[in-house]
């Protein structure tokens, strides 16, 4: 049986580009799991064919090739990891109407969160204080469901929790550009994600806001965005 | 036993819309699993204070309330009957690999196929065209997945096939509106279209397409789009 699941960790191929919250979001499932995998960076001005090859359809990352098959999509990632490594205690609640309700807030975040992230700070003149507006309305959203629990889905660490927080990641570049205090707005939201930071993976696997907000920096001057 | 599945089946209510696919992805499955249930119609001008209450972050049909609690999001909720009515056979794939490429052309549709469809029938003039253009490449994406498989996960109809069939029943209106004929561009797509309809659960839940047409085109003349 060990040697089975070493062969199998072994064949665990990540397609990454580091400051990708849906990125960190495998690699966070990938941690949860103690699985060890390869990590191949992605280079966008030069997409891989081995990207090309194993995501046809969309041509992004992240891409998790499990003995050799490909599985695209974060959240469709992270639920593969969940149900493929068992072993390990499971991210989506095994209730059947809690795990309905944390696939709707995984949802609700990639339908969300990304494009508001994006818009605060690539935003400029007086777009900026709508799109602030915005995002600060879809976080206290997320702060209504997380209200007094330590993580979304109640006691423990979970499927929600690993879809959300690698956006945290870009929290300081969000509020240097944007101009805007997140503690002040959603104190118990920032508070969950320090909590989340405590686990070894999430903090092995989100880059440092620093890191972030130099990379964000790059793109908005090579975008004309400053 | 009996009686337990009785009762369960009494507190089954579905908020819908009639013309609206999402809607009736859910009647699909549940006809699939042999569920009774109440269907409440919305209005749409009028929202109820029960379409509010279900589903305050989106206010959106279709909501399933199962013994008072409500799921919402159409392909959440046909997972969510998939795996609370598990004694007859599964929509989603038991082996994890397909289950996570079902759920990944589930999320395809549910990203390309709802505004694909919407943008080639209430569009005009000059964008026409494009619209049509990337309507047809949406679907032959599709067909390709489809290829010469009898349903999209093979011999037995599934989660894909409930995920995208509602939207056939729009394909009348396109066509008129659009000027374009979805069968000579994609008969396989086409001919997979006609051997859902033969299945009694997708018969039953798909309203004849010369009453989406006429829904269509009161819905044009409202919003000035003629």
Not at 22 to 32: F, P, S
Not at 48 to 62: A, D, G, W
Not at 156 to 177: H, I, K, M, N, Q
Request: glycine content about 4%; hydrophobic content about 35%; some cysteine.
């Amino acid at each position: 049986y060990y040697t089975k699941v070493k062969m199998a960790e072994a064949n665990v191929v990540l397609l990454d580009f580091w400051p990708s919250s849906y990125g960190m979001r495998v690699k966070i499932a990938l941690a949860e799991k103690g699985i060890t995998y390869e990590c191949k960076q992605e280079d966008f001005q030069a997409k891989s064919s081995l990207l090309l090859e194993t995501n046809p359809v969309h041509k992004m990352i992240p891409v998790l090739i499990h003995n050799g098959k490909p599985i695209c999509e974060s959240l469709n990632i992270v639920q593969y990891i969940d149900e493929a490594w068992n072993h390990k205690p499971s991210l989506l609640p095994s209730d059947l109407y809690k795990r309905s309700q944390a696939r709707f807030w995984g949802d609700y975040i990639d339908k969300n969160v990304y494009n508001s992230v994006k818009r605060v700070w690539t935003g400029k003149g007086k777009e900026q204080e709508e799109h602030n507006k915005q995002f600060i309305e879809c976080l206290k959203t997320l702060e209504d469901e997380l209200a007094n629990k330590p993580y979304f889905g109640g006691e423990d660490f979970g499927y929600v929790d690993v879809a959300l927080v690698p956006f945290t990641s870009w929290f300081y570049t969000v509020e240097t550009f944007g101009k805007l205090s997140i503690e002040e707005e959603c104190p118990k939201l920032v508070a969950w994600a320090k909590r989340c930071m405590q686990k070894d993976s999430v903090a092995t696997s989100l880059p440092h806001p620093h890191k972030i907000y130099a990379f964000a920096l790059q793109y908005k001057q090579r975008h004309g965005l400053e």
